[in-house]
């Protein structure tokens, strides 16, 4: 039975996921101008670049959750063939329902599926898919060492699972430099643009500064069951990627 104490926790995490659902359907109608301008247009190498170091084949079956409109589900896409499959699900339905159009303006309907879900409760079988992946958006769950776990369950045997997420840079000066746009200029921008009552583009910043460092992050992962776990670095540690394996025999 649940204590005071867990029910409040509970009651908590549940309303931080519908604030954060709110405030993503909120600024839907901007958000990959807003991803492409505020990244200066790199964010589509670096989920080209998470693409390529994951291991994937032809014929590889790919989940990627908190999908958003969809577009590392395209990158993954790309190198499929007839026998490989994309299932793109995120607990947004706005960011499903604009990210849709995408996917048929590409003739992709056969290699991607969208699914609303929760990343924390993922209506997959255990080991239904090789690779389970995520950019931008694990920060975003209630609860990160749950939403790793679920991302492992439901790969199979040796799979991965790859996280592309914003990190903190090393550099000193250049550090200074970024902290002082991304706290700074980029929530003026997308405030401006998007126009949202929401103050996302605030959110972004201080969600980014509380999430775990990469060395961190690395044994997060490792702790969820994850091994050989790697990361790499992109754009002088603006972003990393990190990927861990799920053993054979777990």
């Known amino acids: 039975m649940n204590t005071d104490k867990e029910i409040s926790q509970e009651e908590l995490l ?6 954060i659902k709110s405030m993503f359907g909120s600024i839907v109608g901007v958000y990959d101008l807003l991803n492409a301008l505020l990244s200066l ?3 589509k190498s670096w989920r080209k670049f998470a693409t390529k170091v994951s291991g994937i084949k032809p014929d590889t079956k790919v ?11 395209i990158s993954y896409s790309k190198l499929l063939n007839g026998n ?54 694990i920060r975003n769950v209630a609860n990160l060492e749950d939403g790793i776990k679920e991302m492992r369950r439901v790969v199979g045997p040796n799979g991965k699972v790859v996280i592309l997420e914003f990190s903190q840079p090393t550099n000193f000066l250049f550090k200074r430099i970024y902290f002082f746009y ?26 980014v500064l509380a999430f775990p460092d990469r ?36």
């Open 14 to 19: 549940k309303k931080r996921a519908e604030s």
């Open 41 to 43: 247009n790199f964010d």
């Open 63 to 73: 989940l990627d959750v908190c999908t958003g409109t969809g577009d590392l589900a």
């Open 84 to 137: 490989g499959m994309v299932v793109g699900s995120d607990y947004c339905h706005d960011m499903l329902k604009y990210g849709l159009p995408k996917i048929k303006k590409r003739d992709l309907e056969d290699k991607i599926k969208l699914v609303e879900a929760d990343t924390l409760q993922l209506p997959f079988r255990d080991n239904a898919f090789d690779i389970s992946t995520v950019s931008f958006g």
């Open 182 to 207: 991304f706290t700074r200029i980029l929530p003026m921008i997308g405030k401006l643009i998007s126009r949202s009552k929401v103050d996302a583009y605030s959110y972004l910043p201080q969600s």
């Open 215 to 250: 060395v961190s992050l690395k044994k997060k992962m490792e702790q969820c069951g994850l091994e050989d776990v790697m990361f790499f670095t992109r754009t002088l540690g603006i972003v990393t990627i990190h990927i861990g394996k799920k053993t054979a025999n777990s």
